[in-house]
C-alpha cells in the first residue's frame, strides 16, 4: 500500500513538474494559461502543495538518512532529476527578482476600468495603456509561474530518492 502511495505522489509531481515547465515557458511564446483560464492557473498554482503533503503522509518517523544512503546508485533518472534542481534553483531566483524589479515591486491590476500597475508602500499606482498592461500581465504570469518547476521537482526528488532506498529495506 505504502509503495503503490509512493507512486501515485510521484506521478503526480512528475505531472505536475512537466505541465508547469510547459506552461511557464509557453509564456514565453504568447500563450497565457494566466489570461486563457484563471481556474486552471489557480489550481496549478495550488498543485505545488500536494507533493509535500505526499511527503508528510509517507514520512516514517525516527528514519534517519545514513551516511551510506547518499552514496547508493538511485540511478539515471535521480542523476537527471538532481541536475534539473540545480540549473532550475538559480533559473528560479533570477527569473522571481528581473520580473520583479521590471514589474517595480508591483503587480497589474484593474481597477473601475482602469489599467494600473499598483506599487508597493503606498506608492500611486502608475496608469498603463491596454498594451502596458497585458505586458505587465505576462510579466507577472512568469514571475508567479518560475517558481513552480522547482516547487514540483523538489518533492519528486525526495520522494523519487526514498521510493528507490525504501526498496533496498
Do not use: C
Not at 507512486?7 to 486563457?36: D, N, Q, R, V
Not at 540511478?75 to 520580473?99: A, D, E, K, Q, S
Amino acid at each position: 500500500m505504502r509503495k503503490s502511495i509512493t507512486i501515485f505522489f510521484l506521478f503526480y509531481t512528475a505531472i505536475g513538474f512537466i505541465a508547469s515547465l510547459i506552461i511557464h515557458f509557453l509564456l514565453f511564446f504568447g500563450f497565457s494559461l494566466y489570461k486563457e483560464s484563471p481556474s486552471l492557473w489557480l489550481i496549478m498554482h495550488l498543485s505545488i502543495f500536494v507533493g509535500y503533503i505526499g511527503l508528510y503522509l509517507l514520512r516514517k518517523p525516527g528514519r534517519e538518512l545514513k551516511a551510506e544512503d547518499y552514496t547508493k546508485d538511485l540511478g539515471r533518472l535521480m542523476l537527471v532529476i538532481t541536475i534539473l534542481f540545480v540549473l532550475l534553483v538559480p533559473y528560479t531566483i533570477i527569473n522571481f527578482f528581473y520580473y520583479q524589479s521590471v514589474l517595480k515591486h508591483g503587480y497589474p491590476d484593474r481597477v473601475n476600468g482602469q489599467y494600473l500597475l499598483v506599487l508597493e508602500h503606498g506608492q500611486k499606482p502608475k496608469v498603463l495603456t491596454e498594451e502596458e498592461f497585458a505586458r505587465a500581465e505576462t510579466y507577472q504570469a512568469r514571475k508567479t509561474s518560475g517558481h513552480w518547476m522547482l516547487a514540483h521537482l523538489f518533492p519528486l526528488m525526495l520522494l523519487y530518492m526514498n521510493y528507490k532506498l525504501e526498496g533496498d529495506e
